[in-house]
């Protein structure tokens, strides 16, 4: 039996077993892959508070891991297929491991960008390929860029990124964008940005100093063509990871959790933080304020209903 079961190791998650651990609630957090979530996968981090020199991904994540274990957090290897809410008693079932028993969930399961699926994206993750212009656009001084999506984030995205690129080229599938007209209107007025219809990506080139080019296909032509860029930027939507969920909690339109500024979701003692949550903003130091606040939340849930 635990007070507080966390189900996932990112930011948001390890920042929640950092509070319920120094509150000396049992807590174990699962985490399915490794600790750090998405940021694990990000070179550089130059925004996060406190590291004004920047911090790699691995690094930033390894140090938030061993401050939350300090405490007394526990950490388990697994994957979350069933959450039961029959009782006052949370029952949590693993792939491999049993099921396990808890007073308060946080759910702190992010979302994954979703991905092009072609030609060079994974060789080059990182090393050009990016789903986070707030995050990589200030390594790209200078330098010709893709953004691929047509929607208010890829143009919105798109824009930010003329703050630091040469050129920023949109690539859409189609002939008109999808993002808002006053969007839409600022990309076409920009100077910068260079519209490319009809078209998609169909393979990532470079080398060993990374992305060099991107192949596009004119999707009513058939016709090939390559950008000369340095770093490929993708928004073509994310996908939360909500698979176990199974109408447990309320949902938005795109299957994010809806919650109260608690971090309380519509199910009782599951609480939620970090990218799987719907809101506007899905950066590292939001999501570290979400895990505070929802495992001030979960300790509050366990005094008033555990006594």
Not at 234 to 243: F, H, S, T
């Amino acid at each position: 039996m635990y007070d507080v079961i966390i189900i996932g190791g990112g930011p948001a998650g390890l920042t929640a077993g950092l509070y319920t651990s120094r509150a000396r609630l049992k807590s174990l957090l699962i985490e399915k892959g490794f600790t750090g979530g998405q940021v694990m996968t990000t070179e550089w981090v130059e925004n996060y508070p406190g590291f004004e020199e920047g911090v790699s991904g691995a690094e930033l994540s390894q140090k938030m891991e061993k401050h939350a274990t300090k405490f007394g957090l526990e950490i388990m290897q697994g994957s979350v297929v069933d959450v039961s809410l029959s009782g006052a008693i949370k029952k949590i079932t693993l792939e491999d491991a049993g099921t396990l028993e808890t007073k308060a969930i946080i759910l702190a399961t992010g979302s994954n960008p979703r991905l092009l699926k072609i030609e060079g994206e994974d060789t080059f993750r990182g090393r050009g390929v990016s789903y986070c212009a707030t995050c990589d656009g200030a390594f790209f001084k200078d330098e010709k860029l893709v953004v691929i999506g047509g929607g208010d984030s890829a143009v919105e995205e798109g824009i930010f990124l003329t703050k630091f690129a040469e050129t920023v080229y949109i690539v859409h599938r189609r002939d008109q964008l999808r993002a808002a007209k006053v969007v839409q209107e600022r990309a076409i007025e920009n100077p910068k940005i260079k519209l490319v219809w009809d078209s998609v990506p169909v393979a990532i080139k470079g080398d060993d100093s990374g992305v060099n080019s991107v192949q596009v296909k004119n999707v009513k032509t058939g016709e090939e063509s390559s950008l000369d860029v340095g770093g490929i930027f993708i928004y073509i939507g994310y996908n939360p990871n909500i698979e176990f969920l199974k109408g447990l909690v309320n949902l938005d339109e795109n299957n994010y959790i809806i919650t109260d500024e608690t971090m309380a979701s519509s199910a009782p003692g599951i609480f939620v933080a970090g990218d799987v949550r719907a809101k506007p903003l899905k950066q590292i130091a939001t999501a570290v304020g979400e895990g505070a606040t929802a495992a001030v939340s979960a300790e509050k849930y366990i005094e008033e209903n555990f006594k």
